[in-house]
């Protein structure tokens, strides 16, 4: 491409398949990204300053970053350069990631046009085909697939760019069509535990009453605690809002078994034994309750800590056991029959008797009894009965603290207001949802709820959809958890019942090959089995490698769209500023063409403002004013989710109050499975899947493999950033000077990290912070980048029924020098 002025100029179908070919084999060698770059410094033409410059607002997309808002300079039709925008709202410096946004949109590493396979798969050997050929092929395979298995043949994977309407909004097609969907398992261990305990429907929202954003909430903290988050690389936006907090007062206190520049600047940093988080939380709890710390009004008034517990069945005593007939509550909208109404039973401490708790204002948080002849005991009393497992001298042992420590934490957590933030950290284990439920306690135990600088401070993924636009014929995909996938695929059953067999794969701006655990078992046994598959993306991804039909969306600045914001409540606008590059379409364009295709054009007439009014149109919304109209002019709106969680002592809860005892526990998808629920009432700690000492795992493999969300990369995106890449140089591992002394490994060298699941070939950057027997990789770069294998391949996809979230931390592996392998 070197020396043309534009991606289209001279650009024949066997020069581009030429460079996409060289480029799968420069990567193979490290630095191979540096001619790209000269390439394409050429390309952009930044030396030229000509007339048709102007400067438009961009945004940023990364789904659970900050999406910054700022400027961007066209020049010639093309996006050139980012810089900031003073007058933005939040997000005014772009980071690494946006600056960089312009160069990956017309980067190698971009998929142009529509391309079919030549080659195996997985060979990288493609033709340059038409929109026509590519639509008309894929409709013809799927309109087979439908008329003969139905749409649940086809399964279809998307990912965390669904934040875009855009690109949330073209899963019309997909569940007008009931096509399989595959659920992504990342990010939802700690959620389900906490969803269990407080019940609040928008995911984290737990910060002040008036659900006020981070940017504004943590001011008033006082203490802050930073469970395994690595904000300051991973929400960067958010990071100086953190340190400002800081120099007002807030203390922070780290719990990460890594130095990260979080721990460094924090006032205070525990390097615990990584994944044993949930028993130092119960231990805390444990000292709270024996030191008398508790906020016994909160625990009384908002939880279920004096509700009566039948020693038979374990679920609550209710008046209906007593005698008195449930009565008819209003209609619940969602199962659009009335509710029913059976308080619970407590005991009146002033009456000294039962007493529904609908009625008691004194109910006695301790204490067994027998009621109707029925042997009772409260909540809390077998809440605190259970925390007695987790004294600090035990648990001291287990993760790695002393007692002292876990006491000074425990009274930390009650110097409120007390703010709670968690990241991957605790999600990646299979304990992560006893994590949650664990953190809900602490918040039970400490009344840290509903106050301004308490609670939990949201970092991930708020979805705001309209189910009027996503479903316009009542019909929805069925979702299977990526975990359960291969089982369902081997068994042919879904739930104990037959389900059509998988025929294709529709992988829609998703990692679905490298993103997710155990890269080497899904090619084998999905992609491996599949007939047909298809990958729509902006980049040409290990996804892309592994399709049949590869398909060019549009980049950011490509497409007008609407993004709700999921860490600063806001519903920000970005304009289209420049033309799709080469023959990209946004995904409602492609979804459209495959839906004419299909027969099921009539839902996709419009255009692309249409459907973005269209998704905007509902009422939510429309009650604070955002409209396209409203978003066009003022470019982002803050929007206040509706229902805050704790509002007047009620919770979304199926009693109404904090659950920490849960009579009924669920798991966070249904797979048809026959669950064990007797212990999942009360959070509790049970050790990681292999990541713990004397596993048969970790006798082998010794050291723990954790990922690490990068600052220069979105998962995978920006692994085409060329300038980006030039800071790491490939795929890199940090690892402890003593485990690499103690294999003859220093700094620099290439090793291969492996385990029965599979191996990595990366180079050791020595890092004193890193916690002795752990590794941590810079996650999301392609298979190809890789000089042998890929690190993706190491996780593994076991996990805890309840959550049903990846493991990705839960990794055990050992690592050699590479010998340079046959490659
Ligand atoms: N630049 C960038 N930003 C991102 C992303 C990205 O890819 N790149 N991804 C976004 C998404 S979707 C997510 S989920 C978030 C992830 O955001 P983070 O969770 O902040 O990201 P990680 O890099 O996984 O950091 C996890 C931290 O947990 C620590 N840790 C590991 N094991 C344990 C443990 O057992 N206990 C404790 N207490 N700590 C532990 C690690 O040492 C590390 O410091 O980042 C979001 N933001
Ligand atoms: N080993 C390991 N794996 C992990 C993790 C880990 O820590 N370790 N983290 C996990 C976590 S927390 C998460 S959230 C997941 C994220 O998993 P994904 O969301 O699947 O990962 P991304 O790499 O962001 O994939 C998004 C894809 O969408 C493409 N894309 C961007 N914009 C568009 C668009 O407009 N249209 C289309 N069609 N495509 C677009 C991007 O180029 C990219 O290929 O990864 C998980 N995977
Ligand atoms: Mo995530």
Redesign the pocket.
């Known amino acids: 491409m070197s020396g043309t002025k534009s991606p289209h100029a001279g650009l024949t179908r066997r020069s581009f398949l030429k460079t996409t070919g060289a480029v799968a084999g420069a990567a193979a060698v490290a630095g191979g990204a540096l001619p790209a770059m000269q390439a394409l410094a050429a390309d952009s033409g930044a030396s030229a300053a000509d007339a048709g410059e102007k400067v438009m607002p961009g945004r940023c997309?990364f789904?659970?970053c900050f999406s910054c808002n700022y400027n961007v300079t066209v020049r010639d039709g093309r996006a050139v350069k980012v810089s900031p925008d003073p007058d933005a709202l939040f997000g005014r410096r772009p980071c690494l990631k946006g600056y960089s946004l312009p160069q990956r949109m017309y980067s190698q590493e971009r998929i142009k046009y529509p391309m079919k396979r030549v080659g195996e798969r997985g060979e990288n050997k493609w033709e340059r085909i038409s929109w026509d050929e590519a639509i008309a092929t894929i409709t013809e395979k799927w309109k087979g697939y439908i008329d003969e298995f139905g749409g649940q043949s086809i399964l279809v994977s998307t990912?965390?760019?669904g934040a875009?309407f855009?690109?949330s909004g073209a899963s019309r097609l997909e569940n007008i069509l009931q096509f399989t969907n595959v659920e992504?398992c990342?990010?939802w261990a700690v959620y389900h535990g906490l969803h269990r305990v407080y019940g609040n429907p928008a995911t984290g929202i737990m910060t002040a009453p008036g659900n006020e954003p981070f940017e504004e909430d943590i001011f008033n903290a006082k203490t802050v605690f930073m469970w395994g988050n690595n904000l300051s690389e991973t929400y960067v936006q958010r990071w100086r809002y953190l340190m400002e907090a800081q120099k007002q007062g807030a203390k922070i206190i780290s719990i990460d078994p890594n130095e990260t520049t979080v721990s460094a600047h924090a006032d205070e940093w525990y390097a615990l034994r990584p994944g044993s988080d949930p028993a130092l939380i119960l231990s805390m709890v444990q000292v709270i309750i024996e030191e008398d710390l508790h906020d016994v009004a909160y625990l009384k008034r908002d939880t279920v800590g004096p509700f009566l517990v039948r020693e038979d069945t374990k679920e609550f005593l209710r008046m209906s056991d007593l005698g008195v007939a449930p009565t008819e509550g209003p209609v619940n909208p969602q199962t659009r029959k009335p509710t029913i109404i059976d308080p619970p039973v407590v005991w009146d401490a002033a009456a000294n008797k039962e007493m529904s708790s609908a009625e008691s204002t004194d109910p006695a948080l301790e204490g067994s009894w027998t009621v109707a002849g029925i042997k009772v005991t409260t909540a809390y009393s077998l809440m605190v009965e259970s925390v007695q497992e987790y004294k600090p001298e035990t648990v001291a042992d287990i993760v790695e603290l002393s007692s002292e420590d876990i006491r000074r934490l425990a009274r930390l957590a009650t110097e409120g207001p007390v703010s709670h933030m968690f990241g991957?950290g605790l999600?990646?284990y299979d304990n992560g949802l006893q994590f949650g439920s664990g953190l809900g306690l602490l918040l039970a135990v400490t009344g840290m709820v509903g106050k301004p600088g308490a609670g939990v401070q949201a970092t991930a993924f708020m979805g705001m959809r309209n189910a009027q636009f996503l479903f316009p014929t009542g019909t929805f995909t069925t979702t299977i958890p990526v975990l359960h996938l291969p089982e369902v695929m081997e068994t042919g059953m879904f739930k104990g019942k037959k389900y059509p067999p998988f025929k294709s794969l529709y992988i829609?701006?998703?990692?679905?090959v490298g993103?997710?655990?155990d890269k080497n078992k899904l090619i084998a046994e999905i992609i491996d089995k599949l007939e047909f598959i298809v990958c729509?993306?902006?980049?040409f991804?290990d996804?892309a490698l592994y399709a049949d039909i590869v398909l060019p969306?549009?980049?950011?600045y490509e497409v007008e769209d609407v993004y709700g914001s999921p860490l600063s409540y806001h519903m920000q606008h970005a304009p289209k500023i420049v033309e799709p590059a080469f023959e990209a379409k946004?995904?409602l364009q492609v979804a459209k063409l495959l839906a004419e295709g299909l027969g099921v054009g009539k839902y996709f007439e419009g255009d692309d403002e249409s459907w973005l009014r269209a998704q905007l149109d509902f009422p939510a919304l429309k009650a604070q004013g955002i409209t396209l109209d409203a978003l066009r002019e003022k470019k982002d709106m803050r929007y206040i989710p509706a229902g805050v969680a704790y509002k007047d002592g009620k919770y979304y809860t199926p009693t109404g109050k904090v659950e920490f005892y849960c009579e009924k526990p669920r798991p966070r998808v249904d797979l048809g499975l026959d669950l064990d629920v007797a212990p999942e009432r009360l959070p509790r700690f049970f050790p990681p899947h292999e990541a713990w000492p004397e596993t048969e795992t970790m006798k082998k493999y010794p050291l723990i493999l954790i990922?690490e969300?990068s600052r220069g990369r979105?998962?995978?995106?920006g692994f085409d950033g060329v300038w980006l890449n030039e800071i790491e140089r490939g795929p890199i591992v940090r690892m402890n000077i003593e485990d690499a002394k103690a294999r003859g490994i220093e700094d620099g060298d290439d090793v291969e990290v492996f385990n029965d699941r599979g191996s990595g070939v990366a180079r050791v950057v020595l890092d004193a912070g890193k916690r002795p027997g752990m590794l941590q990789y810079p996650?999301?770069l392609q298979g190809r980048q890789y000089k042998a294998g890929d690190?993706?391949s190491l996780?593994s996809l076991h996990m805890d029924p309840f959550a049903v979230n990846?493991s990705?931390s839960d990794t055990c592996v050992e690592v050699r020098k590479w010998d340079g392998g046959s490659k």
């Open positions: 997309f789904g659970g990912g965390s760019s875009r855009t690109v992504m990342a990010d991957l999600q990646a829609r701006g998703s990692a679905f993103g997710r655990p729509l993306d902006v980049a991804t996804s969306a549009a980049h950011y946004p995904d990922p969300h979105f998962h995978t995106g996650k999301g690190l993706a996780c990846s990705f």
